[in-house]
């Protein structure tokens, strides 16, 4: 019998898990950390290990990093410049996933990650029109300190070094020649 964690409903269990924590942590910190009129309180935070870890309201109406390609098309909004990108982005990754064998659930699992993280940065963009970022990490007393981030960031950031970082672990099985089966 093949373990829960193996099988190929689990990942899509865990990736609507990511999407509906990465949507419930991102309302909650619109409400928390919102003004009246919906910008960010730049001066409420909660410390959750001292200036090394804080929740904060930040918007991003850029791309990861608050980096711009959507200048590449100055003529797309840009809501729909990455509205198009992730659902190519996740198209490619559908169809990767199905490509995969059931035995590379590793790869699986972080295609999973990915989807669920573009989806949820995704469902922001349409709704809003820009990212709900609430994770500040830094070293006290550095600046610049690392770029706000949320669930959904760290989903695809994981399932990218799982697949970029996975042929390094990973033995590939090798087939065995006739001379090894005794023939």
């Excluded at 990511?18 to 009129?37: G, V």
């Excluded at 064998?101 to 469902?123: C, H, M, P, Q």
Aim: proline share 7%; hydrophobic share 45%; with cysteine.
């Amino acid at each position: 019998m093949k373990s829960f964690f193996r099988t190929s409903l689990f990942p899509w269990i865990l990736g609507l898990g990511i999407l509906l924590l990465d949507q419930a942590t991102k309302h909650w910190a619109r409400i928390r950390f919102s003004l009246p009129d919906g910008n960010p309180d730049y001066f409420k935070s909660i410390r959750v290990v001292g200036d090394w870890i804080q929740l904060r309201l930040v918007y991003n109406k850029g791309a990861a990093f608050g980096m711009k390609p959507q200048s590449i098309l100055p003529f797309l909004s840009p809501t729909l410049f990455y509205a198009l990108f992730s659902c190519a982005a996740m198209a490619f990754l559908i169809v990767y996933y199905r490509k995969l064998s059931e035995k590379e659930y590793f790869s699986r699992f972080a295609v999973v990650l990915i989807l669920a993280g573009a989806l949820g940065n995704l469902t922001d963009r349409l709704r809003f029109h820009r990212v709900t970022d609430l994770i500040d990490v830094g070293i006290p007393g550095t600046y610049p300190r690392w770029p706000t981030f949320n669930v959904a960031d760290s989903s695809v950031c994981i399932g990218m070094a799982i697949l970029l970082l996975m042929p390094f672990f990973v033995k590939k099985s090798s087939p065995t020649s006739p001379a090894q089966n005794g023939g």
